[in-house]
């Protein structure tokens, strides 16, 4: 989602007379997108400001902070890090030409402004990626799940028009990427006049210039009988699900505000399975969230086991100040959260490890992506439900469709051979 965000923006620069500087050291502004859903995140950003902060003893070089940490602390960016220039929040960045502009004259500048209705209209952002494309189809959340910052910095949940969408989709298309994954907290509540989000993806899977379509993120409690019949008879929606689990525990569910339960989440996945026999299930998992026990700890142990996911994204609970559950007084020790999220990302490396070993044997279709990271005499590419695929080629492949034997699981990442 900053990914998109931050075309989004460079896009708003770009047709403000601003450029991309070809690097750090040639820069006059330094723009930081950032994340706040966990601490983690926001100190890795404060970690870099100061990295850059060297910049500005050579050259007038202004640093600003975009994205949802300036929208969460404001002001006290300045207070946090004395190389902050500008603060600019998530409602705000068509302002930002004018914004930096004023920073070469003025000191610390804040806008945070909510918006609960920015959509950024009449804006297409240019992809900075040739092969896939990133596709905001709509911005904000309204779940307030117990722990999570997300509907406090990014306000509302509102929809795109599928007009803007499409065009959008079809502008990628015509320059040459095949890929686009389309990005929303939850798409499964993309609702535009008449349109919801099955039908939006009915419309994507039309445009002829579009192989493959992604999307994310997903929520158990609002997938519906007609997404799964959607996918399953649209060629171009690709094999691959993400859907936020969160807990195997159904007090601990309630607790976060998630809406479902352990029951129906697993009834999911069978109904996903049996729609779509090829599909990928990924998730994210909190763990030690605040009075999780052992015992409820276990259960989503024990799911994860059950459901044997392709892959899983796996968090330790981290406290997020002005949600619910940084409020409640239960909270698990840290030395717990770290070794429960070490256990269950043991167990999920072993099927993770089941999983793609099982893909041995079958031919793939691969989009390649790019010369592999180990050698230059592979590239590599990814199968439609999402697995990393590595096989002896050359850089004229790259963004090509071609048929790849499975011969060997590497950890995470498949092997093959290229058919003729
Ligand atoms: N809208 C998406 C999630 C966006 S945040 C969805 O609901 O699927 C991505 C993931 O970060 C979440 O699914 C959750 O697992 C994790 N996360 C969010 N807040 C967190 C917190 N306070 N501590 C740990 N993990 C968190
Ligand atoms: Fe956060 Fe829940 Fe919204 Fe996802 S659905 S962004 S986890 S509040």
């Not at 965000?5 to 070809?22: C, H, P, W, Y």
């Not at 000191?107 to 918006?115: A, I, K, N, Q, R």
């Not at 939006?200 to 929520?219: A, C, D, G, Q, Y």
């Not at 479902?260 to 697993?266: D, G, K, Q, R, S």
Request: hydrophobic content about 35%; aromatic content about 8%.
């Amino acid at each position: 989602m900053n990914v998109a965000d931050s075309e989004l923006v460079m896009t708003i620069l770009k047709q403000n007379g601003f450029d991309r500087a070809e690097n750090i050291e040639t820069a006059d502004v330094i723009l930081f997108n950032t994340c706040s859903v966990r601490q983690h995140a926001e100190e890795r950003v404060l970690g870099r400001i100061n990295n850059e902060m060297r910049h500005k003893s050579l050259k007038d070089v202004k640093i600003g902070v975009i994205g949802c940490m300036a929208q969460r602390l404001g002001t006290e960016l300045a207070d946090l890090s004395r190389g902050v220039d500008f603060v600019v929040g998530v409602d705000q960045y068509d302002k930002l030409p004018e914004i930096i502009r004023s920073s070469f004259r003025e000191e610390f500048l804040s806008y945070t402004d909510v918006d609960n209705e920015q959509l950024y209209p009449a804006i297409i952002p240019q992809h900075q990626d040739n092969l896939k494309a990133f596709i905001t189809i709509m911005r904000g959340c309204n779940n307030f799940c117990s722990y999570c910052i997300v509907p406090y910095t990014r306000g509302r949940e509102r929809s795109r028009s599928p007009l803007e969408i499409i065009e959008d989709v079809k502008k990628a298309g015509e320059q040459g990427l095949r890929e686009i994954m389309l990005l929303g907290q939850n798409v499964n509540s993309y609702s535009y006049e008449e349109i919801n989000f099955p039908q939006l993806l009915r419309m994507v899977n039309e445009i002829p210039s579009i192989k493959r379509i992604r999307f994310t993120t997903s929520h158990p409690k609002d997938l519906s009988d007609e997404l799964i019949e959607t996918m399953a008879d649209t060629d171009k929606v690709c094999e691959h699900f993400h859907l936020a689990m969160q807990s195997g525990d159904n007090e601990i569910l309630k607790r976060m505000n998630r809406g479902y339960t352990a029951e129906h989440y697993y009834d999911l996945t069978v109904k996903l399975r049996q729609a779509i026999p090829e599909i990928a299930i990924t998730t994210d998992v909190i763990a030690g969230f605040p009075g999780e026990t052992e015992e409820q700890f276990q259960r989503t142990y024990d799911i994860m086991q059950k459901i044997e996911f392709d892959h899983a994204y796996m968090f330790k609970y981290s406290s997020r100040s002005g949600t619910r559950a940084a409020e409640f007084l239960d909270q698990v020790p840290e030395e717990i959260r770290l070794e429960r999220l070490q256990r269950l990302i043991k167990q999920q490396e072993v099927i993770t490890t089941r999983k793609y070993k099982n893909a041995i044997g079958s031919v793939r279709e691969i989009y390649v992506e790019n010369i592999s990271r180990r050698s230059q005499e592979e590239v590599s590419g990814k199968t439609r439900d999402f697995k990393v695929t590595v096989f002896p080629g050359d850089s004229q492949l790259i963004g090509k469709f071609v048929n790849v034997k499975i011969v060997e699981a590497a950890g995470w990442t498949l092997k093959g051979k290229l058919l003729k």
